[in-house]
């Protein structure tokens, strides 16, 4: 008789641990959750970045090449591609010299 009484002082003891602590459990798990999602939409902003800047440059080339310049009503001159190709170049020879 007295390990049934043990047993259920047992169980009780133990669903009364899992109902109090119930908000940590549930606290861990979201916060697990959002690290997981927040990771997931780094590493997809970064794809989304990188093929962005990528179709960028091209664009830039191309509107360079062609003169397709939409936002220079004034002059036709592509002044921040060749600034850009400028400071690409000048970042390069500095890297090589190191």
Do not use: C, E, Y
């Not at 999602?37 to 960028?56: R, S």
């Amino acid at each position: 008789m007295q390990s049934k009484s043990s047993n259920s002082t047992t169980t009780v003891l133990l669903a009364l641990l899992l109902i109090f602590t119930f908000p940590i459990w549930i606290g861990i798990a979201g916060g697990i959750f959002g690290i997981i999602a927040g990771v997931f939409g780094a590493v997809i902003g970064i794809f989304a970045g990188v093929f962005g800047a990528i179709f960028g440059i091209i664009g830039g080339l191309f509107g360079w090449i062609f003169d397709w310049h939409p936002f220079t009503p004034f002059s036709h001159w592509p002044i921040f591609t060749i600034l850009a190709i400028a400071l690409v170049v000048v970042l390069i020879s500095r890297s090589r010299k190191i």
